[in-house]
């Protein structure tokens, strides 16, 4: 479940830490649970991230459309 604070992470920051908790994992030299922790934050931080990007998706799509919805109007008008 993701907290309150990872909830009012900004996607570059959320974004940073998963590149930083991924570098760790990958470098090695941490106790199993060590890694383990920084899996179950990388997928939290993985998590927020993907929020955010659905989010900006679903306003380009709006915008999209609604620019599509006047685009139309305004071509019937100059016809």
């Known amino acids: 479940m993701t907290s309150k604070v990872d909830e009012a992470l900004g996607y570059e920051q959320a974004r940073d830490e ?4 991924v570098r760790r994992l990958e470098a090695g030299g941490t ?8 899996w179950e934050r990388g997928e ?4 927020v991230c993907r929020r955010w990007l659905e989010g900006a998706r679903a306003r ?3 915008a ?11 071509a019937e008008g100059d016809e």
């Open 60 to 62: 380009l799509d709006a």
């Open 31 to 38: 106790t199993l649970e060590e890694s383990l922790a920084l």
């Open 18 to 21: 998963l590149i930083e908790v």
């Open 44 to 47: 939290e931080l993985a998590k």
């Open 64 to 74: 999209l459309a609604a620019e599509d919805d006047s685009g139309g109007e305004d």
